[in-house]
Every structure is written in C-alpha cells, then in structure tokens.
C-alpha cells in the first residue's frame, strides 16, 4: 500500500460507526430556519476553537439570523490577530469587548438563541448560564470532545459514552441540566480551516516544506478527528428553532478521521515533498502528557452519526481533499521566510506552541555532525540507534543515553554521554526548589540521577 494511499485508506471512520443515518425529512431542516432569531455568540480570547465563533457568525447571518458577539478578553491586544481580525467581515454583527462573567459586559439584548464557545469551567460559565436563565430559548455550550473518558477497547465516542468527572466542561454540562434550561451541548475535537488561532497541520507543514524530519508519538496509527470549522458551523447553525436539539449532547466532528502519520503523508503528497516521519516514545523521553506535539498521542475521534439523525447535517469537507489548498494557503502566510524555533525552549512560546520538546531534529537536520566522537561511542555502545542519532538534539542523547546506561556497559559509555551537553548535575538545593515549585515530580526526585533532573529542569523551563 502506498503512502498516500494509506493515508486516504485509514482516514475515513465511516468502517467503525454502526448503522445508517436515517433519512432527514425537507420539513425538519425547513424547521431550522422558519424564523429569524437573534443570537448572542459568547466567544473565547484563544485556542482551538476560538475561530469557531468567527464561521458561526458567518452561518448564522446568512441564514437571516442577527448577531452579536462579546469576545473575552482586551480588544487591544487581540483585535489585529486571527480569528479576530476578521470581525470587519462580518456585515451586520454587532461586535463587543468584554469579561463574559461580568454582567455589565453582557450586551442587553433581548436574545433568543446564546452560544457560549468560551468557558471551560464553572467559575466563567455559570454567571453567564444564571444571567440567561429563564430569558432565552435556546442555550448552547460548546463542551469539549476531551472530556471524554478514553476507551482502548472501543477508541470511538458516541454521545452518552461516559466522561471524565473531573473535567470542568462535565461540571458545566451537570448544571445545565440541573437548571433546567433549554441547552445543547457541542462537543469538538481537533479542527482546522482559514483564520485558526492554534496550529493543527501547521505543525507539520512547519517540517515537511522545510525538509525536516517529523517526529510522530508512539506508531503513528492512532486514529484522530479533524474537522472543517465551516462544516462545524453550519451544525452549531442548525440549533435555532429547532426544538429537536434541546437538551441533547452531539459531537462537534466531522463524518472522518484520519491517522497521525496520514496527516504528515497527506501534507507530503500535497506539497511534494517526501515526508521522513520517526517514532517515538514520549515515556522514555521523560515528556509530560502534552509536550512536544499538537495532539494527543492515542485514539481521538468521535461518530457524528446523531448530528446527521437529529440535525439533517451533512459535512461538505474532507481534509485529504482539502490539504493541497491548505498547503498553498500556509506558503502564502509567510511563514516560510521566518525562522521557527525547533529547540526544546520554544516550547513555552505561544506562538509555536508544541513545535517540539520531544524530538527536536536540530542535530541532523541543522547540521550537527553525526561523526562526533562521543556521539559515535554511544552508537558503538548501543546506547543510542542511528535513527535517533540523526534526529535528536546532542542534549536529548545525552539523557537517552544516561537513562540507558546500565554499569555492565562500561565507564567509557556513561563517560561519553557525560561529555555530552547538559551533563552537569543537581544540587540537593536544587532537586528540593524543583520540588516546591511542581517542576519535577517525587518519583522523578526518587528515580533519576542529578544530571537527568537537571535536564529534565532545563526542558520544562525551570532550571
């Protein structure tokens, strides 16, 4: 099976969903737009679904709605950024500034239908829920397809699977039901399309139209959503006057998913390049849940079987027949002609955010010989394999390598990754100030030599 093929093969869900989507009658899609009503859009500062806001907007006019959005956050600082500043676009919306959990900050209305896509927890969304408690028809929380309680055994969500008691969102869901109100609630995952404000396949196309090797967690099978935010729009669209929605929960997905490795393939393919992908495992490089890549490293889709039942959705996107404008679009951006920051510290840059902690291919890829003696001792020792020494940094060998070293390999072994930088070790001072501050764990206090924490420090920004 080819690389492309491979891709388009394991990106269609359709093969782990049961059953077939009833057929929506002409009279319940007509129910969704018999009336104007107007609509209140509470949207977040930043994030993946920030832009959500921003393509529901849109939706929404053109279907005769009127519009109001109150964006959180300073309108200063964020009025010149995506999604934001395409706000002038937005002919006939009212568009306000403001903290959604002050109540001087809501705009008086009246309004019949209000979305909130901005609050994670009960602290920002229940003073919005209680303002609009018994004043409007429809409320709609955008929860977040996270929540959900993973399963290995059956890696798809459906809605009413069980979710996580500890997420904030799940709080939030609780107490809409607890109140009574007339609520649906959209659960998204990974989403990509013009005017995003997080990087989704940016991320690899950072690497691959820069001919860098792109560093995938675990086996690159693992099967994810990725979802048009127009073809999310236009389901989030379908809840005005629509009394079929109301206290029900559906993914915010696309019918699709495609593989981890499907995503860097499909952008090669597009861009023309050939695509050098190099697993890893995030446990041995000593990274926390959610360094060093913009997705989560196992199973994360979801069935939109019950938007397509209950709301008469269907999606008009396919991210293997959308990534060759995608591509054009993101050399169009310029960011080609800067210089992105692959080394482990660019982690704590919003901007790049991800681009990696876990692989950063600085070493070969910038040219960093692969005959240095030290680096030539630790493949003669076996400490380290070749592949791994053409992709990772000299300071992440020399952790693979310490944490590798057991006393039957020798002294000149431990002596070359010693040679290597970031070899100085921690203080007992040091180790305890890590400690307090959450920058190390107990274990790793219990388990790693001196110089590992010190590097463990140094990567998570607290050295």
Partial sequence: MSALTSAAALSGCAAFQSGRPARVSSSRRASVLVRADSALIVNTKGGGHAFLGLHLAKKLLADGHSVTILNDGDQAKLSAKAPFSQYASLGGAQVVWGNPTDASSIPAGPFDVVYDNNGKDMDNCKPLIDHFKGKVKHYVYVSSGGAYTANEVEPMHVEGDKRKSSAGHVAVEQYLEEADMPFTVFQPQYIYGPHTAKDCEQWFMERILRDRPVPIPGPGIQLTSLSHVDDLADMMARVPGNAAATREHFNLVSDRCITLDGIAKAVGAAAGKDVKIVHYDPAQMGLKKGEGFPFRTGHFFSSADKAKRVLGWQPKHNFLKDVEQLVADFKASGRLDKTPDFTPAASAAPSIRGTTLAVSASGAAAGAPLGNASVASLLSSGLITRQEASVYSSDQLAFLARKRSPSQRGA???????????????????????????????????????????????KRGGA
């Fill in 412 to 458: 000149a072994a431990r002596a070359a990754a010693a040679s290597m930088p970031g070899a100085a070790g921690a203080g007992a001072a040091e180790v305890q100030a890590w400690l307090s501050r959450g920058v190390i764990s107990k274990q790793a206090a219990a388990t790693f030599s001196p110089e590992q924490l010190a590097f463990l420090a140094r």
